[in-house]
Every structure is written in C-alpha cells, then in structure tokens.
C-alpha cells in the first residue's frame, strides 16, 4: 500500500495510483486503493485538520448546488 501514494522529493506534487473501476457500495469505495491512499497520505504528514476543512467545503459547496437544482426545479 505504500507504493500508493508518491509525493515528489519538493513536495509540490502528489501522485496517486488509480484503477480503472468505481466501487458500487459506500463500504467498497472507503476500502478502494485511491481512498486507502489518501488516508494514509493525510495520516502520514499529518493532515488530519486540512483535509477535514477541504472535505468540509466541498460538502458545502455540493449541498448549495443540489439545493440550487431543486429550487431551479421547483419554478
């Protein structure tokens, strides 16, 4: 697993390995090796607080837009 996730001697760039299929279940997508890498990138530099604050926004930003579409709907 460690293989996973490459971060460039600089630290500018993070590269991650992918796989061409989507899990189907919330429990497959945690357990896919995209995610396992993330996680362990956020743990290993400690980036615990960060990565929640990105999660956060993006959270938010998705919950304005589906709302946006539902009121878009609604007229």
């Known amino acids: 697993m460690a293989n996973k996730v490459k971060l460039s001697k600089d ?10 299929t989507i899990p189907a279940s919330i429990k497959k997508f945690r ?3 995209e995610i396992e ?16 604050q ?7 930003r998705r919950k304005g837009d589906k709302q946006k579409k539902s009121k878009a709907k609604k007229k």
């Not at 630290?11 to 061409?20: K, R, V």
């Not at 890498?37 to 929640?52: C, H, I, S, T, W």
């Open 11 to 20: 630290g500018s760039n993070i590269d991650f390995s992918t796989s061409d």
């Open 37 to 52: 890498g993330f996680y362990r990138f956020v743990y290993e530099n400690d980036l615990q607080k960060e990565a929640f």
């Open 54 to 60: 990105i999660l956060a926004k993006i959270v938010a």
């Open 31 to 33: 357990k896919s090796p």
